[in-house]
Every structure is written in structure tokens, then in C-alpha cells.
């Protein structure tokens, strides 16, 4: 059993910065990256960024390079995703997610890719 669980979401104004975090644990759980995704009220789900197992690597959307950050302990079980200047358009519930792999520099941006998620945690950003 893999659990992933996130925190640190909550309301705030357009321009503040919040940090996420993500904590996996499970007995069956081996090296992986790690995505953030989001999804906003009536629309899919939408990568944000991710990093790999060994922190060398990260990918982000457009809409986050510049603003926000990914971050892990390094070959750890623990991760973040560091946002500021946020806009209303941020809005949405985030979701970490983990994707079992054998190479250490991978990370994906698809959702299919990965093999466990957390329950998501909510993001409101008032103008």
C-alpha cells in the first residue's frame, strides 16, 4: 500500500506564496518521481511541474516556470512545490502524484504515467 499525502493548501490573496508538501510512504514503495498537478472546477486534470528521483531534473507548464519551484529531498520520500505571485487563475485543488521508475533522472508530465496519488489539497487565490 502507497499513500501519498498532501498539505499546506489554503486561501489566499493574489501575490502570496504558498508551499505545498507531498509525503509518500508504503511498504511497496521504491524509487519514483514525483508530479504536481492541478485541477481546476469543470476542467482535467493539468500537470504543474515534477522532479526526478535523484532532484537532477525538473519539468515545469508554462504557467509555472518563473513562479513556481519543485523540490525533494533527494532520493527522498518528501516533496514540494514552492508557488508565489499567485494569480486567481491558480485556483484549483493540487494533487502530488509518484511514478515508480527505474531510471533517476525521468520525470513525466503525463497523468497516465503515474502510479499514485494523493487526495489533493486545495488552492483559492482571491484578487
Known amino acids: 500500500q502507497v499513500q501519498l499525502v498532501e498539505s499546506g493548501g489554503g486561501f489566499v490573496q493574489a501575490g502570496d506564496s504558498l508551499r505545498l508538501s507531498c509525503e509518500a510512504s508504503g511498504s511497496n514503495l521504491g524509487a519514483f518521481a514525483m508530479g504536481w498537478f492541478r485541477q481546476a472546477p469543470g476542467e482535467g486534470r493539468v500537470f504543474v511541474g515534477g522532479?526526478?528521483?535523484?532532484?537532477?531534473?525538473?519539468e515545469y507548464a508554462d504557467f509555472a516556470k518563473g513562479r513556481f519551484t519543485v523540490s525533494r529531498e533527494n532520493y527522498g520520500n518528501t516533496g514540494y512545490l514552492q508557488m508565489n505571485r499567485l494569480r486567481p487563475e491558480d485556483t484549483a485543488v493540487y494533487y502530488c502524484?509518484?511514478?515508480?521508475?527505474?531510471?533517476?533522472?525521468?520525470?513525466?508530465?503525463?497523468?497516465?504515467?503515474?502510479?499514485?496519488w494523493g487526495q489533493g489539497t486545495q488552492v483559492t487565490v482571491s484578487s
Open positions: 522532479i526526478s528521483w535523484n532532484g537532477r531534473r525538473t
Open positions: 502524484a509518484a511514478e515508480s521508475i527505474v531510471v533517476a533522472v525521468h520525470v513525466a508530465t503525463a497523468s497516465h504515467s503515474y502510479d499514485y
